[in-house]
């Protein structure tokens, strides 16, 4: 038996989900959570085998939440499900840890492959993901500005384009203010703009972040 646990912002997708999984003999839902910090939380205490990790989370993003469970944890595997598959995003994920990455616009049927596939220690990507990253790859492909990011600067781009604070995004990163103010500019410089309705107007361009 295969537990999971789902984290995912949104009750409607956690719900459906688990309808998905419900109908499958070896897997086992073992709890859900809606934060990076609860499903941080969650992993420590349910010791689950697998993750179904969302990128766009409040506050603590997958990437991060993604990167602190599998640091605490190496044996869970991560597959990450997310409407979210424009670089640099994919490689990241993957780079961190992540055993597998999927859209949303995958079907039931890919899911439970995916998981499976992943349970059983290999690594799962979904077709549209492996042509974006094979794309990005070749001679005179248009880059992400965003690609241009550190890990923990991505993770701060990411807090910024949902309008957290610095001082909020501190407590988050256990980092002082002042370190997110030095951050936050250098992202400016990195990825071109000069203020946070830029930033967040350039994370939607390419993808980074969906509008609600």
């Known amino acids: 038996m295969t537990d999971i646990l789902i984290v995912d912002d949104h009750d409607l997708v956690r719900t459906g989900l688990k309808n ?7 897997l086992e839902v073992a709890g859900e959570a809606s934060t990076g910090e609860d499903a941080i939380r969650l992993s420590r205490k349910l010791e689950p085998d697998l993750v179904l990790m969302d990128v766009g989370l409040p506050g603590l993003s997958g990437l991060e939440t993604t990167e602190r469970i599998l640091k605490a944890q190496p044996d869970v595997r991560v597959i990450v499900l997310t409407a979210h598959s424009e670089p640099p995003l994919p490689a990241r994920l993957l780079d961190s840890g992540a055993s597998g990455y999927l859209t949303k616009a995958c079907d039931a049927g890919e899911l439970l492959r995916a998981v499976r596939k ?3 220690g290999e690594r799962y990507i979904g077709a549209d993901i492996s042509q974006q990253l094979a794309i990005s790859l070749l001679p005179g492909t248009p880059q992400s500005p ?3 990011l550190t890990g923990r600067e991505l993770e701060i781009a990411l807090m910024l384009t949902q309008g957290m604070r610095m001082q909020s995004i501190g407590e988050v990163l256990n980092v002082s203010p002042k370190t997110v103010a030095t951050y936050k500019y250098r992202i400016y410089d990195k ?3 000069g203020s946070e309705v830029e930033l967040l107007r ?3 361009r390419h ?4 509008e609600v």
Request: hydrophobic share 60%; proline share 0%; glycine share 14%.
């Open 207 to 210: 993808g980074l972040v969906s």
């Open 118 to 120: 992943v349970a059983q």
């Open 191 to 193: 990825v071109g703009v």
């Open 202 to 204: 350039m994370a939607l």
């Open 20 to 26: 998905i999984l419900a109908g499958a003999s070896d």
């Open 146 to 148: 965003f690609q241009e």
